[in-house]
């Protein structure tokens, strides 16, 4: 079992966050990076995978230099190998973003069985680049899964639609969009992140196409800057806090 | 939204542990109508109280910080907010090793109780987890504990309220502060202005900023301390509470490991210094974490990563216990975080303005960060921010080989390889060391310079003293409120006089030169000469009839001393400077060619002659006019190695920051007149009733009787180890203060090594036999002088001569 997951390296924002002056990016002069959530669910299963099945877990991402740090911490978690296809830091639009990683699937020698995604960036919630993939690769696609099984080269997915779950059958080789729920992601540990510094990182080139798509501006979106309400103190607030937990859909 | 009081005693900015502390304490002490605010939330507001990993080891080489360690120990204990765990700081290396028995030594010398140095299978015992064989051994203090801080300071907070003493508000943001006359008048806030007396900067990271809106400086940077919590750890399943496990000092790889709760943290100062501005940190909101919990970068962390799995492979090479939380942590640091020199180094009146600037506490504060756990040698001198300050006559210095250590950012000769001719002549009276550790920032030169000043005489470099005149109809009542000896002399006299607290301990010892009715000149240390300026202008009468100049960049000090020093100075000037026309004790000015030179015939090391101030710009002159006339009186160049060492201790003169500070009166110094002054001054009522009383301990000279260690090998103490009785046990007065050497040195003229200690008065007898440990050895010792009598000339004849 050969599994890729497709990874990008985000912003970790706090509670609000500033634009760069242009307003076309967010400014992370005091930002940390990682990836997307979901994308920390799709390494979790592929690691998971490979454990059951053995084969190899291959990571992929386009980004700067510096998104090599997303990729070792995701080798510490137990991934085989990485590819970072290098951008001069500027962000590319889905369609150039799509291309340059169809363009890396192929020039691989390994055959992947199973090419997982997050379901969404956390930063800018295309939804566009696995589907364009697997349409350019000409594979089945799955997207928005919470659980998954995979038996004699297929896959069986479980999705979530509004209160309907969906189950579908999809033969192998195939893509997979995941997210939470799927499954508990790991957190690195120390001999994790020793064995990682020792792990092949390729370091490509991708051939950049021009944009299509521009992103004109941003806005922060006014935040509910109620904070917390205190409800009341001990046993006086008890009937208050039943009414929020029911108008929230707690209780009945 | 809730407004700030219009006004208040006291505004304390900052809700960490310090603003709550100090806002307790001023309550206690009987302030009412605090202010406290904070921008981020109660209790944790964000900085780094917020994630400090809050342990506490009370051993240090700093007297003065191991008794601020042990007091906020009892204080924390009082609040109920310590918990007591134990900690071992272990040794990879052979140099640790010693280097634990030097601590050892500090912790009997600050009477730290029960450390004491554990084998590798001791360390096992107390801490299972650990790998023992790559360890050497540990210096285990079982008083370690960890504070909960945030607790701590709420608790605080809620006495001071207690006691109606306080308010405090939070997510408060101050935008300003109006400064009128050089006072401080209000706060600006984005909740309204706040009329203060008195204004408290307990910001930690942040304080140069909001320093900077008052126009004052606060010489810290904001920078990264890595750690790493990982867990659960299955060992740890069963522990219950905050903490139960002693914690690990990984000495040598600049490393910490402790238990909390079912993880450990893994702490780190071994990273590149990674400095930052208080702009770069962000709002709570615009954080991730807490603006103080900075994104952890891994990069930083690879080499401890290996270092901890090697020290604890059982828990950290355990693939399922996994990092739960990992941060760049915020601290901030001064540029001089490893001084052991200054007593007062808690003082921020200490720094000069060269040392508040950006460059320079960025450089030092990076050079310093590394040495957090370094073995840091009692004479190391920094790298970086060097030739800061400059003698005028800094290029013969150089070409004379001279080997500058630095103080106040002076680079002050501290011997002269162009002596090392000398050696040969002195021989095994050079008393050379073989020991690495004494033989480092040290040189036998330094030996040899004063036996041949003892000879004929030597010139020394004194641009270090810090200058400063108090003029006026008001200065003489000035002088005499700060000094303890009368300045009410003759114009001409120049007085050595000791500086006292209000409670009669020491605050200065200094010199002041009557120069006219209303004129003094007072010169003292470079390095305290700050803090003494400051002490001089906060007695500054309101009326405005006295006034103070700083001038030690205006003129520059040059000595001579030395049987031949008349001979040498008599021959280019035309001045009478005979004994009998030019005494001891006073001052004047004389002609030396074309120069006009205030001459003060003074001696801090125990020989004829005189100190020169001249302006700064005809340093250099005086410097070569000096020199070619002593070229046939065997002058030869002298470093502070023998004016701040050996020439004082065989006077046994005292030094400001060794033997005198505030915990030692002039009485136990042995520094009384026959008679008192008159005239009141700050701490008379004390030391009049210091004088009435026996004194409980009297500082004392020792000489070292066998230098042999286990080895073979001579050794030579450096400073602060403890005295002890025969039987190895603690001497302690009945103030419950410990003997320890307060200066060590050699004494050439004497042939022995000297150590200065106070001793309780009844075992202060010539003769007495006692024991100095010194890395982990006891020395026998002899008590050769009591009191202020010398070791070396008693009778001052050479002085006098």
Known sequence: ?252 | MSTVPSKAKAVVIGAGIVGNSIAYHLARLGWRDLVQIDKGPLPNPGGSTGHASNFIFPVDHSKEMTAITADSVRQYRELGTFTQCGGIEVARTPERMQELTRRISSGKSWGVPDSRLVTPAEIKELVPYIDETVILGGFYTPGVGVVDSLRAGTLMREKAVEMGALQTFANIEVLGMDVEDGRIKRVRTDHGDIEAEYVVIATGCWSPRLAKMAGASIPLTPAVHQMKDIGPVPFFADSRGDIEWPIIRDMDTNMYERQHGTGLEVGSYAHRPILYTPEDIPSNALAALSPTEFPFTQDDFDIQDEHSLELMPDIIGDENVREKYAINGILSLTPDGQSEIDLHSSDIARFREHQKTTFHVKARTAEGFNKTYGIVHPSEQYESNRNVRLSPFNDREKELGAVFFETAGWERPFWYESNSSLLAKFGEAVMPRTSEWEARWWSPIINAEHLQMRETAGIVDLSAFALFDVTGPGALALAQKVAVRQMDVAVGRVVYTPVLSQNGGFKSDLTIMRLGKDHFRVVTGGAHGMADKKWFSDQLPADGSAQIVDLTSAFTTIGVWGPKAREILSAITSDDVSHESFKFSTCKMIEIGSLRVLASRISYVGDLGWEFYVPIEQGAKLWDALWNSGKNHGLIPVGIGVYGTTGRLEKSYRAYGGELETEYNVVEAGMQTPKIKEQDFIGKEAHLRHRAEKPVTTLCSLTVDDHTSSTGEKRYMLGKEPILTLDGGPIIDSHGRRSYVTSAGSAPSLGKHVLMSYLPTDLAVPGSKFLVEYLGEQYPVTVAGVGSTPLFDPENGRILS
């Open chain 1, 1 to 252: 079992m050969n599994v890729l997951v497709c990874l990008k390296r985000v912003p970790l924002a706090g509670s609000t966050f500033l634009l760069t002056p242009d307003s076309k990016d967010i400014d992370t002069k005091h930002l940390g990076f990682g990836i997307s959530p979901h994308e920390e669910n799709a390494v979790e299963a592929g690691v998971q995978l490979v454990e059951q099945m053995g084969g190899s877990l291959t990571l992929l991402t386009l980004g700067p230099t510096e998104a090599e740090e997303q990729l070792r911490s995701q080798l510490a978690i137990g991934a085989s190998r990485a590819i970072l296809l290098e951008t001069d830091g500027e962000d590319w639009d889905p369609q150039a973003t799509a291309a340059a990683l169809v363009e890396a699937v192929k020039a691989e020698e390994t055959q992947f069985d199973l090419l997982l995604f997050g379901a969404e960036s956390a930063d800018s919630a295309g939804y566009q680049i696995h589907i364009r993939l697997a349409h350019a690769l000409g594979l089945p696609i799955v997207t928005n899964v919470k659980s998954m099984k995979i038996e004699n080269g297929i896959a069986e997915c479980e999705r979530v639609v509004g209160t309907t779950r969906e189950i579908y059958q999809t033969p192998l080789p195939a893509v997979i969009t995941v997210r939470d729920g799927l499954n508990i992601p790991r957190y690195p540990s120390v001999p994790g992140r020793i064995q990682a510094r020792k792990k092949p990182v390729d370091h490509k080139k991708p051939t950049a196409q021009v944009p299509k798509l521009e992103k004109v501006s941003l806005s922060v979106a006014p935040s509910n800057t109620a904070g917390a309400q205190v409800l009341g103190k001990g046993a006086e607030a008890v009937p208050a806090l039943v009414e929020v937990l029911k108008t929230i859909g707690i209780l009945a």
